[in-house]
C-alpha cells in the first residue's frame, strides 16, 4: 500500500443481486475513491452465511458477485480485492474483539432485531455476532474511511466503539474509522415499491434491476414501473415517489441535475419518460455488462486474482493481528517470549 495515503476499506454480502442501487449507492463511489486511497474490498462471504445458503448456489453467487464488483471497474492493481473467508485473520481477530464487546449491545443493535424478527427459526449466534465481524473486517486494515449504507451508520459506531475501547486499555492499537456516507443517488428505491430501497433480495423480481441485467429485461422492468395518475414528471418524494425514484436514477447515472431533467421532460407522457430512464440504464451499464462478460468466462483468470487478493489482503492483515496479539498478553511464536519470560 501506498504509505502517504489514507486506507478505505469497504465490504459487500454475496446475498441476493448487486443492483443498480448498489452501483449508484456504493460500488461506483469504490471505482472513484481508487487513486486518492489505499482501497481494500472485501466480498464478505462469512457475513452472508449467518442466514441459510444453498451450498451449490451459494458458491455460483459468490463468483458471480466477485466478478461483478471487478466489472464495476475495480482495479486489481491499485485495490486490494478478495474473499473474506480467504483471509482467516478475520475471524481470528473477530474471536479477540468478542471479548471487548458486550452482548448487551449486539442484542440491541437494529438489524440483529431486524434480522432476527425475519429468521426466527435461526436465530444464530453468527447473527447477533455479525457486528463483530464486521469491525474485524475493518479494523484489521487500519482503515480511515469506511464508505456504506445509512443502514450500516449503526455497525461503524459499535466498530469505533470497540476501537476506541480496546485502546483505551491496551494504547493506540487501532485507527478508529470514520464511517462515509454518501448523499447524492444514495438511496435508489424499488421500481415496484418506490417508498422502500431497492433490495438486493427481494421477493418481486420485477422490484430490482440487476448490474447484469440484460437491456430487455431492463427495459421491461422500467416499462412496468410504479408511477401515479397525475401525469406530470416533477420530482416529489411524498405525492409522487415512483416518479421521483426515477428522476434520481436518470440524474445519478447521467450527471443532469433533476431539476433539468423536469424541464426536458415537462410535455413527455410516462411511458416516454419511463423508456427513457431505462434506455439511460441500458447504455450506462454497457461496460459493466462486457467487462462482468469478460470475467465470468475465464474463471482460472478470476481464481487467480482472488488468490493475489487473499494473499495481499492477509499481509496486512497479519500485521494488525501480531500487534493486537502482543498487546493482550498472548504468547508469541516468532519471537521466543517464551524463553523471555523464563529469565
Ligand atoms: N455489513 C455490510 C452490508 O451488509 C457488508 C460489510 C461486511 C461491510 N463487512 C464490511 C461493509 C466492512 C463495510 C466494511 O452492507
Redesign the pocket.
Known amino acids: 500500500m501506498v504509505v502517504d495515503k489514507k486506507i478505505l476499506?469497504?465490504?459487500?454480502?454475496p446475498t441476493g443481486i448487486m443492483t443498480i442501487g448498489n452501483y449508484i449507492g456504493a460500488v461506483s463511489n469504490w471505482a472513484k475513491m481508487q487513486d486518492e486511497y489505499n482501497c481494500i474490498f472485501?466480498l464478505?462471504d462469512l457475513?452472508a452465511i449467518t442466514v441459510r445458503q444453498d451450498p451449490i448456489e451459494y458458491r455460483k453467487r459468490a463468483t458471480s458477485f466477485f466478478a461483478q464488483i471487478l466489472a464495476c471497474g475495480l482495479n486489481v492493481e491499485k485495490s486490494i480485492v478478495y474473499f473474506q473467508s480467504h483471509v482467516h485473520q478475520h475471524t481470528e481477530l473477530q474471536w479477540i474483539l468478542n471479548c471487548y464487546a458486550y452482548v448487551g449491545e449486539m442484542q440491541r443493535m437494529t438489524q440483529f432485531k431486524d434480522k432476527s424478527a425475519k429468521h426466527e427459526e435461526n436465530i444464530n449466534m453468527g447473527l447477533l455476532d455479525y457486528p463483530v465481524l464486521?469491525a474485524a473486517?475493518?479494523l484489521l486494515y487500519r482503515a480511515d474511511l469506511?464508505p456504506?449504507?445509512i443502514d450500516?451508520k449503526q455497525?461503524i459506531e459499535i466498530t469505533r466503539d470497540i476501537a476506541c475501547r480496546f485502546n483505551s486499555i491496551y494504547g493506540d492499537t487501532f485507527t478508529v474509522p470514520d464511517g462515509y456516507f454518501p448523499t447524492l443517488g444514495a438511496k435508489i428505491n424499488g421500481l415496484q415499491t418506490p417508498t422502500a430501497k431497492m433490495g438486493k433480495s427481494d421477493a418481486d423480481p420485477d422490484n430490482a434491476v440487476s448490474i447484469i441485467d440484460e437491456p430487455d429485461v431492463i427495459m421491461r422492468k422500467f416499462r412496468k414501473a410504479v408511477t401515479d395518475c397525475d401525469r406530470k414528471v416533477k420530482f416529489d418524494l411524498s405525492e409522487k415517489p415512483g416518479i421521483s425514484n426515477l428522476l434520481t436514477i436518470m440524474s445519478a447515472l447521467t450527471g443532469t441535475p433533476i431539476c433539468e431533467l423536469e424541464n426536458d421532460f415537462a410535455n413527455a407522457d410516462y411511458k416516454t419518460f419511463k423508456e427513457a430512464v431505462g434506455s439511460v440504464v441500458v447504455e450506462s451499464f454497457k461496460p459493466v455488462r462486457e467487462n462482468y462478460a469478460r470475467y465470468i468466462s475465464d474463471k482460472s483468470h478470476l481464481q487467480q486474482i482472488a488468490s493475489l487478493g487473499a494473499e495481499r489482503a492477509s499481509y496486512e492483515a497479519e500485521k494488525t493481528l501480531t500487534k493486537v496479539k502482543r498487546r493482550i498478553g498472548l504468547v508469541d511464536k516468532a519471537r521466543r517470549t517464551i524463553v523471555a519470560v523464563e529469565k
Open positions: 476499506y469497504s465490504g459487500i454480502q472485501g464478505a457475513h464486521m473486517d475493518i469506511v456504506v449504507g450500516q455497525h
